[in-house]
Structures are given as structure tokens and as C-alpha cells.
């Protein structure tokens, strides 16, 4: 398993017409080793009612980096919301699922980030681990397909949810 990338909460503030804004998202920075870094978007799935089997999330990775530019932003992967009751009896939950990289499906999972040591700051939500799966790392999946991805077998330190 290796951390792959992050995920921050990003806002903008902007006027409509006489009051002031605000939109959120969620942003995934993916700094992958013999890749330029990339930015890509997190959100939800709006199949997800029709489809129980469907991702809760889909990653997309964005098109219109240019002023003026008019693309829709391209699907590179997608996350399905999972939980799971810890030693203590408390529900904690996780993101699994896959993306695209470099034209091979990647597994990961999305989880709170972990301290490397006491007095570390952690300037992001959640961090991005990609891991191997040995059954499926050879077959090609579509993502609105009935697969769901396989849980990783992880240890967490705390119990907090994720918010979305």
C-alpha cells in the first residue's frame, strides 16, 4: 500500500447577482511517482438512486484548465462508501474503489490520515492509498458495472466518519 495523493476541502467565493457565494468541493491531489501531479474532483454520483450497485462517488479529472476552455471533465474513476464496526463497537467508515492511471486500473482507498509523528500537521481531509487486489488486478472493469471493489484490509486509529 502507498499514499498516492490527498484530498482537501476547496471553496470559491463568487457574486450572484446582488449577494455573495460560496461553493464547496471536494479535490483529490494525486501526486503519483513517474507522473506530472494532478488535480481531479470528487463527486457524488447522481445514478446512485436508480443503481444500489452504482459508486457513490465518481473521481473526474478536469478538463477546462484554460481561460475559455469549454470541455466536460473526463471520469477516471469511481468510489464506493463502506463501513465497518472496529474492536470497539464503533462504526467507522471508508471510501473503495479505482481510478485510471497511466491507462491501468488502479485500487484505492480513502481513508483519514494517519500522523507519521507527534506534532505533524495535516493540512488535508483524507489521503489517498493505492493497494493491490491479486483477484481482480488483471481484468478490465467498467465502473458502471455490478463490481463493487474489494475492501483493504487496514487498520484505523480513529473513529470519525467521513462527512459526505
Known amino acids: 500500500m502507498a499514499v498516492i495523493g490527498f484530498i482537501r476541502q476547496e471553496k470559491m467565493e463568487f457574486k450572484d447577482e446582488e449577494e455573495t457565494k460560496i461553493a464547496k468541493w471536494l479535490e483529490c491531489y494525486f501526486r503519483v511517482a513517474g507522473l506530472r501531479p494532478f488535480k481531479a474532483k470528487l463527486a457524488k454520483n447522481k445514478q446512485k438512486e436508480s443503481n444500489k450497485k452504482a459508486p457513490d462517488y465518481n473521481i473526474y479529472l478536469r478538463a ?11 471520469k477516471i474513476g469511481a468510489v464506493w462508501l ?3 464496526e472496529n474492536e470497539g463497537g464503533k462504526i467507522e467508515s471508508y471510501m473503495t474503489g479505482n481510478i485510471e492511471i497511466n491507462f491501468k486500473q488502479v485500487n484505492i482507498l480513502i481513508q483519514k490520515p494517519k500522523k507519521y509523528y507527534e506534532d505533524e500537521k495535516i493540512g488535508f481531509l483524507y489521503e489517498i492509498i493505492a493497494f493491490l487486489d491479486d483477484n481482480r488486478q488483471n481484468e478490465a472493469v467498467e465502473y458502471g458495472d455490478a463490481y463493487e471493489p474489494p475492501v483493504a484490509n487496514y487498520e484505523v486509529t480513529e473513529a470519525e466518519d467521513i462527512p459526505f
Do not use: A
Open 64 to 74: 477546462n484548465t484554460n481561460k475559455g476552455d469549454s470541455f466536460r471533465d473526463i
Open 82 to 84: 463502506k463501513s465497518k
